[in-house]
């Protein structure tokens, strides 16, 4: 314990019995003399670490001891008058090389005196992690780099890995993914076979069987056939657990019916999935402009839960039978894709309200028909949400975006039932919606109207979570969860654009806060308005913030757009040269939405580009998109900035914009969905951290 008895360190008796405490400490430790900061007193532990005799240290400014700009910033500061202390880890170059330190610098006596300045060499144990951390990464890309499904158990039949090709082979659910659970993944593989019992008896002879190697033909309830081989894993000599390899078995078909093969299509039923779906709402939008007939989206959900619960030959009846009852309901020219595991989607045109009111409610009583064909899917709750063109929204994913929150409207009923979205452009309905939206904000956004949702970006090499970003959502009373593009023109409108920036920004940084002493630590990402950038106290209260709550400015991103960038070009400027002076990352949204923005790339201190989900959508399919795509990354590249990515949602996209755009992150449905806190806790923080501590005890 270092002394502080009164009149220690007191002029003119400074350094009285200093030296042999100091001397007694076994890390390198030195004292600065605050009336006229420079060091006074060394230790030979310090001695020896700095490699210099006591002469070339007594009398020196403390910065030129341990020269970084950390220090050199923090000696400014106590000179200034401002006190403090700092506790840091830094590299200190000294006779042996370059060393990793924790230091820590303390005042002495009140008022300060004196300045104790204390290192603890850090080396062995930087480069342990290091080291440790390479190898999982290591170990991580090769367990990913395969194109095999993976599964690795211990003797006892427990899992200790699993690769992300296993989980899109056998369809693991995202409860499964979210919370990994033995008994739950391998419960989920048995229920997904033609014949669970025969697999289970052969899964039983092969647990057996200590050093039996063999290789299977599994028939998935999805149409897959994978091929099973299986092997011990021996460690020093000594079998420690089962390695399991599938591989897809390629389907038999004619040429014909391979050159026909279309992307963006569903493997279990041939029809179009989420991907393909929009791109059939976009076009069906440009035609419907050209001739002024209007079109209905349908969102339909069965009771996943009643669907899948099944076993075996049961659970591909029941879904067999239902895709049939859905060919019967759906008649031409309508068209059905697959939007989930229990949700689809129907395009009707042309058709208005009444026709997709007719349509809506034949569906809902598919679960209650009494044919006997329909048996196994009688009782089966059916939910229904329709939206229809113009009058619920201008492009593809906003109608499907609000079909499927009217679908969620129908499900709080707790029965089948249909509900038709009916916002849009009706004034009296705008005008009410506004004013619920002024009278959330006036509240002091205290009565939880508002809300952050969180969605991770995931790094390109390791598949770590790089940053999660915060997204605004809206909970109406009345119209449920709604997205920014249903109430930010609104907020525009009533200029309450900076007050939900500044309430945002509050509620993220606090969020980040929390989930650091939990143990999670990642960049923050933040969408700022054009409405924000225009005050020219913006830098300022974001300042403020970022003080209050202890958070680093380097690990805040700001995402801004082109557009918000527009408002008022010479105050955004200042406020983002002022927020890059502070150490904030800034980032370009929506990269490649709009005309280039190379002018302000250049006059912008922007970190990276983030390309804009709409133009990832036709990627790597549609060659057009995909060579835009790679020019703006190599735009991008050539001006010294990082290329990022979004809305990335199935495999394909995320393979091109790693391999072909060389984008260092990405996020999207493929990885994680925006969910709430507590949400993004369970499957995302917290399934990383379990993966980490996971793949470093070897399970």
């Not at 879904?319 to 894709?337: C, F, K, N, S």
């Amino acid at each position: 314990m270092i002394p502080l008895e009164p009149g220690l360190l007191s002029r003119p008796a400074l350094l009285l019995g200093a030296d042999q405490w100091l001397n007694g400490l076994e890390d390198p430790a030195w004292l600065v003399d605050a009336s006229d900061w420079r060091v006074c007193l060394l230790n030979p532990a310090a001695l020896r670490w700095l490699g210099l005799p006591l002469a070339q240290c007594v009398g020196q400014a403390p910065e030129t001891l341990l020269p970084g700009l950390e220090d050199q910033v923090f000696w400014a500061e106590l000179r200034a008058g401002t006190p403090g202390r700092l506790a840091s880890d830094t590299e200190v170059a000294g006779p042996e090389g370059l060393r990793q330190v924790h230091r820590r610098i303390v005042p002495l006596g009140e008022p300060a005196q004196a300045y104790l300045v204390t290192l603890q060499d850090r080396s062995r144990e930087v480069q342990a992690t290091a080291e440790r951390e390479t190898l999982l990464a290591e170990l991580r890309a090769t367990l990913e780099s395969t194109a095999d499904g993976i599964l690795v158990l211990d003797t006892a039949g427990r899992i200790r890995a699993f690769n992300r090709r296993f989980a899109q082979l056998w369809d693991l659910p995202e409860p499964a993914l979210a919370e990994p659970s033995d008994e739950a993944v391998l419960d989920w593989m048995r229920r997904s076979v033609l014949q669970p019992e025969a697999y289970q008896a052969r899964l039983d002879d092969i647990q057996a069987q200590l050093l039996l190697t063999g290789t299977d033909t599994l028939a998935l309830l999805n149409g897959r056939q994978l091929e099973r081989y299986t092997q011990p894993q021996w460690r020093a000599g000594r079998p420690i657990g089962r390695v399991y390899s599938f591989r897809e078995l390629a389907a038999p078909r004619s040429a014909s019916a391979e050159g026909n093969r279309m992307p963006g299509l569903d493997e279990t039923t041939g029809w179009p999935n989420r991907h393909g779906f929009l791109e059939a709402l976009d076009e069906a939008v440009l035609e419907a402009r050209d001739d002024g007939q209007p079109l209905a989206v349908l969102a339909v959900e069965f009771d996943r839960h009643a669907l899948f619960s099944a076993d075996g030959t049961a659970r591909a009846r029941t879904m067999a039978e239902l895709l049939e009852a859905l060919r019967a309901a759906v008649r031409e020219p309508a068209r059905i894709a697959r939007l989930g595991a229990a949700r689809f989607g129907v395009l009707l045109r042309p058709a208005g309200e009444s026709a997709a009111e007719t349509l809506a409610r034949r569906l809902v009583l598919l679960g209650s028909r009494p044919e006997p064909a329909l048996l196994a899917t009688a009782g089966l709750k059916v939910h229904v949400g329709a939206a229809v063109y113009p009058q619920a929204g201008w492009c593809g994913e906003e109608l499907l975006q609000h079909a499927e929150t009217a679908l969620h409207r129908a499900r709080g009923a707790g029965v089948s039932g249909w509900e038709l979205h009916r916002g849009g452009s009706d004034p009296a309905h705008e005008g009410r919606r506004r004013q619920r939206l002024e009278q959330a904000v006036r509240e002091g956004l205290s009565s939880q109207a508002f809300r952050l949702h969180y969605q991770a970006r995931f790094d390109s090499v390791s598949g770590e979570v790089q940053a999660m970003e915060a997204l605004l959502r809206w909970q109406d009373a009345q119209e449920g969860l709604m997205l920014p593009p249903r109430f930010m023109p609104l907020a525009e409108r009533a200029g309450l654009m900076r007050a939900l920036d500044d309430w945002a920004l509050e509620q993220a940084v606090h969020q980040a806060v929390r989930w650091a002493a939990q143990g999670w630590r990642q960049a923050l990402t933040v969408n700022i308005s054009g409405a924000s950038l225009a005050e020219p106290a913006c830098a300022r209260r974001l300042a403020a913030v970022l003080e209050h709550h202890g958070w680093p400015a380097r690990f805040l991103e700001l995402d801004v757009t082109e557009q918000a960038l527009q408002r008022d070009p010479e105050a955004a400027q200042n406020n983002l040269d002022a927020l890059h002076r502070l150490g904030v990352r800034l980032v370009l949204d929506d990269w490649g939405l709009s005309d280039c923005a190379l002018g302000w790339l250049r006059r912008v201190p922007f970190s990276a580009v983030k390309i804009d989900r709409r133009l990832l959508r036709a990627v790597p399919d549609h060659p057009a998109e995909a060579d835009l795509a790679r020019g703006l990354a190599q735009v991008a590249r050539a001006l010294g900035l990082k290329v990022l990515a979004e809305g990335v949602e199935h495999e394909a996209q995320r393979q091109f914009i790693t391999t072909e755009l060389g984008c260092a992150g990405w996020q999207g449905l493929l990885g994680a969905a925006p969910l709430e806190p507590r949400a993004c806790e369970r499957a995302v923080l917290g399934r990383a951290a379990r993966h980490l501590v996971g793949a470093s005890t070897g399970r």
